[in-house]
């Protein structure tokens, strides 16, 4: 079983860096064939796929957040974290971390998720 637990502050203000943190248990995030995402969804909308760090610590974003979206990892401590720079009350949402198999090309773990409000 593999679980996927997401961190970070709930509260951030227009302008700041958001740094959320998700740590994984039951299974390596060097292991061959995952990919390590970060999706959102905002409130009333649909999910929103922000990008992903590859078990070989590849990088790719979504275009849209590209220029304010970074993911990095730690494999020491099996986590990998997404930075959002220069928030706006848009980027109010549910973050959710993810892991994706390129096996049967689907996510099959999924974090529950964290709150995460942009507000002066």
């Known amino acids: 079983q593999v679980l996927l637990q997401e961190s970070g502050p709930g509260l951030a203000k227009p302008s700041q860096t958001l740094s959320l943190t998700c740590t994984v248990s039951?299974?390596?995030?060097?292991?061959?064939?995952?990919?390590w995402n970060w999706i959102r969804q905002p409130p009333g909308k649909g999910l929103e796929w922000m990008g992903v760090?590859?078990?070989?610590?590849?990088?790719y974003y979504s275009p849209s957040l590209k220029s304010r979206t970074s993911i990095s990892r730690d494999t020491s401590k099996n986590q990998f974290s997404l930075q959002l720079r220069s928030v706006t009350p848009e980027d109010t949402a549910v973050y959710y971390c993810?892991?994706?198999?390129?096996?049967?090309?689907?996510?099959?773990?999924w974090g529950q998720g964290t709150q995460v409000t942009v507000s002066s």
């Open positions: 993810a892991r994706f198999q390129d096996i049967y090309w689907y996510y099959d773990y």
């Open positions: 039951g299974g390596s995030i060097t292991t061959s064939n995952y990919a």
């Open positions: 760090i590859t078990y070989e610590g590849k990088t």
